[in-house]
């Protein structure tokens, strides 16, 4: 009798339909209706305190939060909502520096200029390059803006530890994920974001590692260090879950740098290493196949290796017949493979940052962008060399040094995979730049420090130690 009234109850119910506002009500309390109404009441608090929507911006951008739903918020334009009230707010506050007059700065101005000219001129294909270009801007426009609003050593530090987090939370959840699987399949990044492919993101962790033992660093609540500390370990793993050979590459070569930095400042990483490698013993033996392909012969012999050979060809034949500005954004089309191997096509672009640059962009664009990351190794080296032996400032010579780190990654990565406008790298770049400009200011007292984002207050005004002598604008 009760079995029967509930099945007449819930009959009925759905044959009248969901009530007035249930729609609208469930959607609210989905996960895709909290994150909109989180990132909706941030954005007053993103004009008001620009700093804090750039570092909102980073979150959605590198965490891709609405893209691990599957709702609405999928498609929802999240970055450029922050961006615009963290842009209104910049035209207000009194919290910003002058932007900085380095060789970099003119380096990426010049970067952009290029972008511009092969995208009006020369570009195959050009509604997909204007495309690209605003995109890119848009990233360029922000680098400036952290430039502008990040010179102090407590928004510094906040900005490392939203990037830190913000991916190393995604490598950690996937970490756990392989392990539980027995690493059978390959993990993903957040799907339709930079990380989506599974090379991306073992790439861009291999990028995040010296980031998260900065970030642990610089925390001085013992919760958070250990959290970082476990984050670590845990992205080292997920490097492993990816089934990434580039990433497998990349952090052979900047994990002993890192290690040798670790030693003596954090031997915690040591050991937090040493557990994650062991994770390598439960990998299945297709993984362990398909990483001793790494070596160029048996490379050469995959599929995977022949179609990335194929576009390293097809990228530097397009480069030597466009030298002055290349074709534009991404002019890999069937044509264009028709054209240099015919009868083969596959929808790849180069694979390669330097072979993208030069096929897209012409040698100015490969030599601008060759010429910005030399001038970043120089900068953090000089930074590190500047600040050596003097304890106040010790902090930023390890900073510059794990940021060296990270970009010795990016370049390294970068062989294997075409991610040159990728707005990490660009981010990075920015707080390698604020280091120099900290120190180039020897006499100035700087604040102790702190654990952002948890010890003080996001709306309340903090006065913060400048980290360069650049003027405040008004």
């Given at each position: 009798m009760v079995e029967s009234m509930l099945h007449a109850t819930v009959a009925f119910a759905q044959s009248a339909g969901p009530a007035p506002g249930a729609s609208m009500l469930s959607a609210i309390l989905s996960l895709d209706g909290l994150l909109t109404?989180?990132?909706?009441?941030?954005?007053?608090?993103?004009?008001?305190?620009?700093?804090?929507?750039?570092?909102?911006?980073?979150?959605?951008?590198?965490?891709?939060?609405?893209?691990?739903?599957?709702?609405?918020?999928?498609?929802?334009?999240?970055?450029?909502?922050?961006?615009?009230?963290?842009?209104?707010?910049?035209?207000?506050?009194?919290?910003?520096?002058?932007?900085?007059?380095?060789?970099?700065?003119?380096?990426?101005?010049?970067?952009?200029?290029?972008?511009?000219?092969?995208?009006?001129?020369?570009?195959?294909?050009?509604?997909?390059?204007?495309?690209?270009?605003?995109?890119?801007?848009?990233?360029?426009?922000?680098?400036?803006?952290?430039?502008?609003?990040?010179?102090?050593?407590?928004?510094?530090?906040?900005?490392?530890?939203?990037?830190?987090?913000?991916?190393?939370?995604?490598?950690?959840?996937?970490?756990?994920?392989?392990?539980?699987?027995?690493?059978?399949?390959?993990?993903?990044?957040?799907?339709?974001?930079?990380?989506?492919?599974?090379?991306?993101?073992?790439?861009?962790?291999?990028?995040?590692?010296?980031?998260?033992?900065?970030?642990?660093?610089?925390?001085?609540?013992?919760?958070?260090?250990?959290?970082?500390?476990?984050?670590?370990?845990?992205?080292?793993?997920?490097?492993?879950?990816?089934?990434?050979?580039?990433?497998?590459?990349?952090?052979?070569?900047?994990?002993?740098?890192?290690?040798?930095?670790?030693?003596?400042?954090?031997?915690?990483?040591?050991?937090?290493?040493?557990?994650?490698?062991?994770?390598?013993?439960?990998?299945?033996?297709?993984?362990?196949?398909?990483?001793?392909?790494?070596?160029?012969?048996?490379y050469r012999d995959t599929s995977s290796g022949s179609k990335r050979m194929a576009s390293w060809y097809v990228a530097l034949r397009l480069g030597l017949d466009h030298p002055i500005l290349g074709a534009g954004f991404r002019p890999f089309e069937p044509d264009v493979y028709e054209r240099y191997m015919p009868g083969y096509w596959d929808n790849h672009d180069a694979h390669n940052h330097y072979l993208q640059l030069f096929a897209e962009h012409g040698v100015p664009g490969l030599l601008l962008f060759v010429a910005l990351l030399g001038s970043l190794f120089l900068t953090l080296w000089r930074t590190r060399r500047a600040t050596r032996g003097d304890p106040p400032r010790e902090w930023i010579g390890e900073a510059a040094q794990l940021v060296a780190v990270s970009l010795v990654a990016y370049a390294v990565g970068g062989i294997f995979l075409n991610m040159p406008y990728f707005d990490l790298f660009y981010q990075l770049a920015a707080v390698g730049l604020i280091l120099q400009q900290a120190a180039r200011a020897p006499g100035l007292e700087i604040a102790a420090p702190c654990a952002p984002l948890l010890s003080v207050p996001w709306a309340r005004r903090r006065p913060a130690a400048a980290l360069s002598p650049a003027r405040a604008g008004g």
């Open positions: 109404l989180l990132i909706v009441a941030l954005l007053p608090l993103c004009a008001l305190r620009p700093w804090i929507g750039v570092l909102v911006f980073a979150w959605i951008g590198y965490m891709n939060p609405h893209r691990l739903l599957d709702g609405f918020a999928f498609h929802m334009p999240y970055a450029k909502l922050v961006a615009a009230a963290t842009l209104c707010g910049l035209l207000v506050t009194r919290e910003r520096y002058a932007l900085p007059r380095t060789r970099e700065v003119y380096l990426v101005a010049a970067l952009w200029v290029i972008f511009v000219a092969s995208t009006l001129l020369v570009a195959l294909q050009p509604a997909v390059a204007r495309e690209k270009l605003a995109e890119i801007s848009k990233i360029f426009l922000m680098t400036g803006v952290t430039l502008v609003l990040f010179q102090d050593r407590y928004k510094l530090t906040a900005l490392v530890l939203v990037i830190a987090l913000s991916v190393g939370l995604l490598g950690a959840g996937g970490a756990l994920w392989g392990l539980s699987t027995g690493f059978a399949e390959r993990l993903y990044g957040p799907p339709r974001s930079f990380l989506g492919d599974n090379n991306a993101f073992g790439y861009t962790l291999t990028i995040v590692l010296p980031i998260i033992a900065l970030a642990r660093r610089q925390a001085e609540r013992r919760w958070l260090r250990r959290v970082l500390l476990a984050v670590f370990a845990l992205s080292i793993v997920a490097v492993f879950a990816t089934w990434s050979r580039g990433a497998l590459i990349g952090l052979c070569l900047s994990l002993p740098l890192l290690l040798a930095w670790s030693w003596r400042r954090d031997p915690a990483i040591l050991l937090a290493t040493a557990a994650a490698c062991l994770a390598i013993y439960a990998t299945p033996r297709p993984w362990v196949e398909r990483m001793q392909t790494i070596t160029p012969t048996a």
